[in-house]
């Protein structure tokens, strides 16, 4: 596999919930971007994948600063598996700065495709998922939560 | 594995694209609900996966009438994996009709995850993915896709 940013989707509830692609690319990477290093080093146990390589912290507070570093070492040569705790990485999760630097800097960027909250969300849901929006999280504060939904109930689509 | 209907993603690219959840399921379905039977009898052989079963073809102009028909094959104790041509049934696919039923008269349904079109699109565009709408197939007419356009430019949204 040649160097880059591999976006590899992870298990969410069942353990193999993950494609063979996945596991073979997790193995591969020199270096695992992750939001939380304990979270994926957990994952990689429960795999039975090696954790003897650099697991680096990448979440919405040091996304900025970490991409740049990141990119320099998939110049470097490295292959970084960009993860997320669980499921797709970017689907409201961090990773869509870095994905953009990477293009910006025609750094190689693919995607490991697996499993989505989402998608399985939409599917057992007894809704037409033909057209629909995603709003991402839902904010605590009541009004905040209030102005959201006023906002969000005039848009056609589920 | 208990009887009822089982969403099982299928590879869109790449063979290796299937997790090991998903080939168990589709190896123990005593029926198979695709699109189009072909395609996925020849997914089937390219998987080692037995084709000695009923495959029904489920698609937009017969789920009202096929969905009940496969209803009954449930409450008579098979194990139905439906699945779409290839990725995530009911995004964008048939299927969600149904669910509908299937809920309705309490019948088991469960989603075997897995790859999903929309979601590599989104983690590979660049563009946020913590917010988005997902309008379906655009239409050919030119006057339908400019309506379509039109009435999208305004939604909050990637």
């Known amino acids: 596999m040649k160097s880059g940013l591999y976006i590899v989707a992870t298990p969410i509830g069942n353990l193999k919930d993950i ?29 039975g994948l090696p954790i003897n390589k650099p697991f680096i912290s990448l979440h919405n507070f040091n996304e900025e600063e970490k991409s740049q570093e990141i990119i320099d070492k998939i110049k470097a040569g490295n292959l970084i598996a960009l993860v997320s705790d669980a499921g797709s990485p970017l689907i409201s999760d961090p990773g869509y700065k870095l994905v953009k630097k990477c293009r910006e800097q025609e750094v190689y960027v693919t995607t490991i495709p697996g499993v989505s909250a989402l998608v399985s969300a939409l599917q057992l849901s007894g809704f037409p998922a033909n057209r629909f929006m995603f709003a991402g999280f839902i904010p605590n504060k009541d009004k905040a939560r209030k102005d959201l939904f006023e906002e969000l109930k005039n848009i056609p689509a589920t």
Do not use: H, I, M, Q
């Not at 692609?21 to 429960?46: G, M, W, Y």
């Open 19 to 47: 494609t063979g692609r996945a596991v073979e690319t997790l193995k591969a990477a020199t270096v695992v971007a992750c939001e939380d290093t304990r979270v994926t080093k957990k994952l990689f146990s429960l795999l």
